[in-house]
Structure formats: structure tokens, C-alpha cells
């Protein structure tokens, strides 16, 4: 019997928070694709300039690993978040909102979940046309007039303490599940 660990690469999805947000930690996607090559990831793609990267590994991507490279090459720590595409296909059909409302159902991914939830913030800044629900360690928010409109958008991290989370639309959740089909 051989006990050695897999070396059957394993999809992976790599999520970084706050880059080349309003002209600050500006992190361009073929230098983290080459820095992905340097700590030995494979198969690298990057969707959009906001930190959205999946990668082939036959271990799960170490995102203490990641921060440092980042920080050491860009003077930056960005959160990393890691998602098996199990997790990310698990988020997509536990979606409680209409599969066609591409920028208005945003999904919150957290590290972990949460321990509480201040329902009494999320209702103060609910708009009537929001609404939200928590799925083990995914935050949906549903704002049909825009997230730039949404008081509640802007305040997700302080309703769920304790946990660090990044935020896509559901357009760009389907497109990291389109490139996780074609690895």
C-alpha cells in the first residue's frame, strides 16, 4: 500500500480582498500569476483585476504562504481566501436568489462561520427591495437597486464579527465555476 500524499492536482480557488481597488494595492494579474508559479501552483488563471485565481494544486494553497509573497514583492498584505470548487459549487446551489441577477446577488465568503450575526444592524440598513440570508459560511445579499446603493453592503464585515470575508457577484461566482469546469 502506498501512503505518500496525492500528487494528483486538485482544483483550487483563490480569492484576494481590497487589490486594485481605487488605485491602491495594485497587485497586476500576470505578476500573481507568476508569483503563483513561484510558490508551485499550476494551471494559473486570473479573472478580472480583482483578485480572482484559479489554480491546480495537489494540496490546498497555503494563504499565509500567499500573503507573504505578496507583501514581500507589492509592500501589501491582501486576505486570501481558499475555496475548494466543491465549496464553490456548494455556494452557487445553496444560493437562495435568482439565478439570473447577476450583479445583484452578491456572495460574502468567510474564513469561517460566523458565531453571531447582528441581525439589528442588517435590518437598520436593509433597504425594502434588500434582503440577505446566511448559509454556513457564505453571506448572500440580494440588492436589486445596486451595491453601490446599499448602506448594508457596506457594513457586512461589522454584522458578522469575528470573521474575515470577501465579496463577487454572482456574474463573476459563474464565471470562477466555468473556469473550475474547464480544468
Known amino acids: 500500500m502506498n501512503n505518500q500524499p496525492s500528487t494528483i492536482p486538485t482544483t483550487?480557488?483563490?480569492?484576494?480582498?481590497?487589490?486594485?481597488?481605487?488605485?491602491?494595492?495594485i497587485l497586476p494579474m500576470q505578476d500573481l500569476r507568476a508569483l503563483l508559479t513561484g510558490l508551485g501552483y499550476q494551471n494559473i488563471r486570473t479573472y478580472i483585476q480583482s483578485g480572482n485565481v484559479v489554480l491546480l494544486s495537489p494540496s490546498r494553497p497555503d494563504e499565509e504562504a500567499i500573503g507573504t509573497a505578496i507583501e514581500k514583492q507589492f509592500g501589501f498584505r491582501?486576505?486570501?481566501?481558499?475555496?475548494?470548487?466543491?465549496?464553490l459549487q456548494d455556494a452557487t446551489a445553496s444560493n437562495p436568489y435568482p439565478a439570473d441577477a447577476g450583479k445583484a446577488v452578491h456572495f460574502y465568503f468567510c474564513d469561517q462561520a460566523p458565531a453571531s450575526i447582528d441581525h439589528a444592524l442588517l435590518t437598520d440598513l436593509k433597504s425594502d427591495s434588500e434582503s440577505y440570508e446566511l448559509v454556513g459560511t457564505v453571506f448572500y445579499l440580494y440588492a436589486p437597486d445596486g451595491i453601490g446603493r446599499s448602506k448594508l453592503a457596506a457594513k457586512v464585515e461589522k454584522a458578522l464579527p469575528g470573521v474575515s470575508l470577501t465579496g463577487r457577484n454572482l456574474?463573476?461566482?459563474?464565471?470562477?465555476?466555468?473556469?473550475v469546469a474547464d480544468c
Do not use: C, H, Q
Open 12 to 25: 483550487w480557488i483563490v480569492l484576494l480582498r481590497g487589490i486594485n481597488v481605487g488605485g491602491r494595492n
Open 171 to 179: 456574474n463573476t461566482v459563474n464565471k470562477l465555476l466555468g473556469m
Open 78 to 87: 491582501p486576505a486570501v481566501l481558499i475555496l475548494s470548487a466543491e465549496d
